[in-house]
């Protein structure tokens, strides 16, 4: 089973703060999505990234996959009470795959 | 863009009753959908992968004969919950497949 720890869990932060949410796995994905989702809605996709060391930017948030494949990362700089939301990674089984394994996801709360 | 769509956004049935979820896919075409649960503060699990055409693949531990999934065109697929009860009271997600998965607005499940 490949499994995806997310954390923190919780996060609560002061607007204007940055922040850094983690997904790791012991597994390699053959690419890995961040979604976004709001209490009552379906998850909205941030970002894929595929290559292994890939940095995509996406106005104030950065993401990283690591070398391996196995982890990935989400910083948001000055973050804004737009902000706050649940944030899940994905990850892709396998090459062609289009089944997705999801992290716990980590509820992020910025306060105004 | 990548849009999805869901019907209804919420339903309330009684116990014992049956109820259809619709997932459509508004602007491409799927050849794969996929059907998510989410439970409160919690992430999606996979339920099953519908592929148009065929028989859907249930995850494990899905009653395959209580969640009836039917793929019956490229941009619907429509999940049956059949003789609800309150257990099964849940947030239902679809996601359309087009390499990455796009997902549906969800749709709030009460039985009571």
């Known amino acids: 089973t490949q499994l995806l720890e997310q954390s923190p869990q919780f996060l609560s932060i002061q607007e204007g703060e940055n922040l850094t949410v983690y997904c790791n796995s012991s597994?390699?994905?053959?690419?890995l999505q961040w979604y976004r989702q709001e209490p009552g809605e379906g998850p909205v996709l941030l970002v894929t990234?595929?290559?292994?060391?890939e940095v995509k930017k996406l106005k104030r948030l950065t993401f990283q996959f690591g070398d391996a494949r196995k982890d990935s990362s989400l910083h948001i700089t000055a973050a804004q009470p737009g902000d706050t939301g649940l944030y899940l990674c994905?990850?892709?089984?396998?090459?062609?795959?289009?089944?997705?394994?999801f992290g716990k996801g980590t509820k992020l709360s910025v306060i105004p | 863009g990548a849009v999805v769509s869901q019907h209804p956004s919420r339903v309330i049935c009684k116990s014992g009753t049956s109820v259809k979820i619709e997932c459509r896919s508004l602007d491409f075409q799927a050849t794969t959908m996929f059907w998510y649960r989410q439970f409160p503060k919690q992430s999606l699990m996979l339920m099953a992968t519908?592929?148009?055409?065929?028989?859907?693949?249930?995850e494990q531990g899905v009653e395959k004969d209580k969640f009836l999934i039917n793929h019956a065109s490229l941009t619907l697929s429509t999940l049956t919950v059949t003789s609800a009860h309150p257990e099964d009271s849940s947030f239902y997600i679809c996601?359309?497949?087009?390499?990455?998965?796009?997902f549906g607005p969800g749709t709030r499940l009460t039985v009571t």
């Open positions: 994905a990850g892709a089984r396998g090459a062609g795959s289009y089944q997705l394994t």
């Open positions: 990234v595929v290559t292994g060391g």
């Open positions: 597994s390699v994905f053959s690419s």
């Open positions: 519908s592929n148009e055409g065929s028989k859907a693949t249930y």
């Open positions: 996601s359309a497949s087009r390499g990455e998965q796009y």
